[in-house]
C-alpha cells in the first residue's frame, strides 16, 4: 500500500516559531509582573506593620533634632502642622493623627474633605480642600492658615502625591502632566506659599518621596517622585 508524504508549508512553520516566540515573551512579562506584585505586596505588608511605630517613635525624634537647639524637642511644643495627600488610610492621614495626639493644631487637607472622615471631628484639627496643582486653593489654605496662627506654621509636609501606570509608548500626556503637576510643582508651590509663614516660626518643611525613583518597576517611566 502506498504511504502518503504529508509537507508543512514553510509559512505553517514560521507561523508555528512566531507564536511560540510570542508565548515566551508574554509568559516572561507575566513572571516580571508577578514578581513586581509580590514585592509590592511585601512593601505593603512591612509598611502596615511598621508605619504606625516610626510616625510614634522615630519620626518625631528625628525631627525634632533637626529643629534648632533652643526648641523643645517634643512635638507638643509645636504650634501648627500642615500636611497635604491626607486622605483615609494613607500616610497623610496617620501623620495627622499622630501629630494631633501630641497636642498640634492639625490643618490636614485634600482635594476632597469628604474623603479625610478618620480625621473628622478630632479636636484642633481643621480639615481644608486643597488641591496642590491648584494655584488658588492654595492662596485660600495660606490665608485660612494665616488667620487661625497669626501668619505661622510651624511645620509643612508634603505628602500628596499620585501615580500613573502606563507603558513609555502608550502614555496619556494630559495624565502624565497631572503626575508632575502634583508630584513635583505642588510640592515646590506649596514650599514657595507657605515659605513666610514657616520661616517666621523658624519652623520645618518635610517633603515625602517614594521608593519607586530607586527601582525600576513596568510601566512607570513617567514616574516623579
Not at 74 to 88: F, N, P, Q, R
Not at 100 to 120: P, Y
Not at 127 to 142: H, K
Request: aromatic residues 8%; hydrophobic residues 45%; charged residues 20%.
Amino acid at each position: 500500500m502506498p504511504t502518503r508524504r504529508v509537507t508543512r508549508h514553510p509559512c505553517a512553520s514560521a507561523k508555528c516559531s512566531w507564536s511560540i516566540s510570542w508565548l515566551e515573551d508574554e509568559l516572561h512579562f507575566l513572571l516580571i509582573l508577578t514578581a513586581w506584585l509580590f514585592f509590592k505586596l511585601q512593601i505593603y505588608l512591612s509598611k502596615k506593620k511598621s508605619t504606625r511605630r516610626y510616625l510614634q517613635e522615630e519620626f518625631p525624634a528625628r525631627l525634632s533634632l533637626s529643629r534648632r537647639e533652643d526648641f523643645l524637642p517634643e512635638m507638643a511644643s509645636l504650634k501648627s502642622v500642615l500636611i497635604t495627600g491626607c486622605s483615609d488610610g494613607g500616610i497623610g492621614s496617620a501623620l495627622a493623627a499622630i501629630f494631633h495626639e501630641r497636642g498640634c493644631h492639625v490643618f490636614a487637607t485634600a482635594r476632597d474633605i469628604s474623603k479625610m472622615s478618620a480625621l473628622a471631628g478630632l479636636q484642633n484639627t481643621t480639615l481644608l480642600a486643597l488641591d496642590v496643582g491648584d494655584s488658588e486653593q492654595i492662596s485660600t489654605a495660606v490665608e485660612a492658615i494665616k488667620n487661625a496662627t497669626c501668619g505661622t506654621l510651624d511645620i509643612l509636609i508634603n505628602n500628596a502625591g499620585r501615580n500613573h501606570f502606563s507603558p513609555v509608548l502608550d502614555i496619556d500626556i494630559a495624565a502624565a502632566k497631572k503626575v508632575y503637576e502634583t508630584n513635583l510643582w505642588g510640592p515646590l508651590a506649596m514650599i514657595q506659599a507657605f515659605a513666610p509663614l514657616v520661616i517666621k516660626a523658624k519652623g520645618t518643611i518635610v517633603s515625602i518621596t517614594s521608593i519607586s525613583g530607586y527601582v525600576n518597576v513596568p510601566h512607570m517611566g513617567e514616574s516623579v517622585n
